[in-house]
């Protein structure tokens, strides 16, 4: 079955620092991979997706992935953190023949500090 | 466009009480999905749907029914409420796999 991990459902950093935040995937099939950000008391907002293609994938925001596949990681990155990034980020996966199905990671709550 | 809207935000039930939160969008996509999200628990999908008249279940699927009449709307039934349906309910929808999945603001259920 189809699985994805995020590791660490909290991360504070300073404005200004690296924001590191990890998704893990479990699969025997090539995936799909999303992150969404949620927030407070809104909808999910696709922040970027990888299908195929160019591993390194870059979002809305300044935020970017790296699909890399002999580590099963999609991380998320951001060179300098703003405090507007402060939300919840949800990695999501999907796989060729249940492509009508997302599988959300428990999310990761950024905090940035001044 | 409106894209995917959701009535109602709000919604207080008691237990054993039926209700459907409602889910539109007008972007002609053919995917639709329910998901509820809990603390810790991230988005957990109940049902979807891949085209009018199809629907199937997800992992969450227990006390809850839908139905795909038309592209546009994707209703979401509580039979019976029950205190662990307490959360918030998202609906999206995507034109087609794997494409980008939009999401409604939500409605924060809560079953007393």
């Known amino acids: 079955a189809q699985s994805v991990t995020q590791l660490g459902s909290h991360v504070s950093v300073s404005e200004g620092a690296l924001v590191l935040l990890r998704c893990n995937y479990s699969s025997s099939v090539p995936p799909y991979l999303f992150w969404y950000v949620q927030y407070p008391n809104q909808g999910l907002q696709l922040l970027l997706k990888?299908?195929?293609?160019?591993?390194l994938v870059k979002g809305i925001n300044g935020f970017e992935a790296e699909f890399k596949k002999s580590e099963t990681s999609f991380h998320l990155t951001k060179p300098s953190a703003h405090m507007s990034d402060a939300a919840e980020y949800f990695c999501a996966v999907s796989f060729t023949g249940t492509a009508s199905k997302l599988t959300f990671g428990t999310g990761t709550r950024l905090q940035v500090t001044l | 466009n409106a894209g995917v809207t959701q009535t109602p935000k709000f919604q207080v039930l008691k237990t054993g009480q039926s209700m459907t939160l409602q889910c539109a969008q007008d972007m002609n996509h053919e995917y639709m999905s329910w998901y509820r999200q809990d603390p810790g628990m991230g988005l957990r999908l109940i049902h979807y749907s891949v085209g009018a008249g199809i629907t199937d279940q997800g992992e969450v699927p227990n006390g809850y029914n839908v139905s795909r009449s038309t592209t546009e709307d994707f209703p979401l039934r509580l039979l019976s409420a029950a205190p662990s349906q307490t959360s918030v309910y998202f609906c999206?929808?995507?034109?087609?796999?794997?494409?980008?999945?939009?999401f409604g603001p939500g409605t924060r259920l809560t079953v007393t």
């Open positions: 999206a929808s995507r034109l087609r796999a794997p494409g980008e999945q939009y």
């Open positions: 990888y299908t195929t293609g160019a591993t």
